[in-house]
């Protein structure tokens, strides 16, 4: 019985040394050398380096002069990095059908001269409710309400867009696509607005 146990303890202290500091210590070092970028949470300073938010998590722009991300079911107010996840809601659910239709006449009152249907993405959640991207066209489509609030040129603010569209990873996963905190510091840079 004594020898039993005595291997157990041994087994449990191995295990947990090399499970528990050794391969976290090794796995960090090595993000730490080959990422240090996306590592560190991929966050944007401005140039005083105050963090304006991270690349990886979308957060919420109210303003009619910024683009807006998708809606977020992450937390109880939305885009909570502490509590990130989807809404559980399927297409046949009422409470599912009835935030729609209120979105959907939000985003309408909000974009007078709109240029065809709302896409898609600005009426749904994504499955972390903190996706930081949308599409080029869910982009394109809030492009006459940003230049009318911030009184520019509509070409204008669609060559940033095109400017900052992310094309596929290795050339064939995923949908083209635009970080919109990046895409809305971009609007920022063009006025000369500092952050």
Do not use: C
């Amino acid at each position: 019985m004594k020898k039993a146990i005595h291997i157990a303890l041994r087994t449990t202290i191995v295990t947990f040394v090399l499970t528990g500091l050794l391969y976290p210590f090794v796995v960090t070092g090595l993000a730490q050398v080959l990422f240090p970028w996306k590592a560190n949470g991929s966050l944007v300073t401005n140039q005083k380096g105050q963090v304006l938010g991270s690349e990886l998590i979308a957060q919420a722009f109210r303003s009619p002069a910024y683009f807006q991300p998708r809606p977020s079911a992450a937390g109880t107010m939305g885009y909570d990095a502490t509590s990130s996840g989807g809404s559980n809601l399927g297409p046949t659910s009422k409470k599912m059908q009835d935030r729609v239709v209120e979105q959907i006449k939000e985003l309408e009152k909000n974009n007078p001269e709109m240029p065809g249907s709302v896409p898609v993405e600005l009426l749904t959640t994504s499955g972390s409710g903190l996706d930081p991207h949308i599409s080029p066209q869910a982009a394109l489509w809030q492009v006459p309400r940003i230049a009318q609030a911030r009184k520019i040129k509509s070409e204008q603010i669609r060559a940033i867009v095109q400017a900052n569209v992310e094309g596929r990873q290795l050339g064939f996963l995923g949908e083209p696509r635009v970080n919109v905190l990046l895409l809305n510091l971009a609007l920022d840079r063009l006025q000369g607005v500092e952050k």
